[in-house]
């Protein structure tokens, strides 16, 4: 009976020193797991929030919105992590926005991001009402994943983001910036 007690141990040792060794071998890129599908792809896309999520970060003082100014944007960057992807992945867009605005708790921040083919053409549009994200003055950054759809045509595109102030009485155009990707042609896996 101690023998199969010690064969059990030895056993529960190599099997725990191999599932080490395949972790270690995974994260250290030398081996890598089966590529997500796009069947997969298209499953997990449809559980997955894209909507956009400023964060203030904490000790940036911004020069507050000049006289009769309700707010103002000194600067909006965006930037995407690949130029080339693929269908069926994810492009990420990292944005940073420094904001100078009024205790006005009337106003709406929206952006509204447009998605154009190498031909000029509009393909897609989503709009976000920013609520609660912009609520004081100083540097936000926000990181939004942007599917790639299996039906992607190769090609060039550009993202324009456009940055929109709400009152009761008008809407103003704050900013606009925008950042251009390639999508590669499919892959058949």
């Known amino acids: 009976m101690e ?19 395949n972790l270690v071998l995974l994260l250290s890129g030398c081996v890598t797991t089966a590529p997500e599908s796009c069947e997969q792809f298209e499953a997990r896309r449809k559980q997955t929030n894209y909507a956009t999520d400023y964060q203030l970060q904490v000790g940036d003082a911004v020069k507050p919105p000049e006289k009769g100014e309700a707010a103002v944007v000194r600067l909006y960057q965006l930037r995407v992590t690949t130029e080339r992807a693929r269908p069926c992945t994810h492009v ?36 976000e009402v920013l609520k609660n994200q912009l609520g004081k003055s100083g540097r936000y950054i926000a990181s939004t994943l942007l599917p790639i759809p299996r039906s992607a045509p190769a090609g060039k595109y550009r993202l324009v983001s456009t940055l929109s102030m709400k009152t009761k009485d008008k809407t103003v155009t704050l900013t606009r910036s925008s950042v251009s990707f390639e999508v590669a042609p499919a892959t058949s896996h």
């Open 3 to 21: 023998r199969l007690d010690l064969n059990q141990r030895s056993m529960q040792r190599l099997l725990f020193f191999i599932a080490s060794a």
């Open 92 to 127: 990420q867009l990292s944005k940073e926005l420094l904001l100078a605005r009024r205790d006005d708790n009337g106003m709406i921040f929206e952006e509204r991001r447009e998605f154009y083919a190498e031909d000029g053409s509009r393909i897609a549009v989503k709009t």
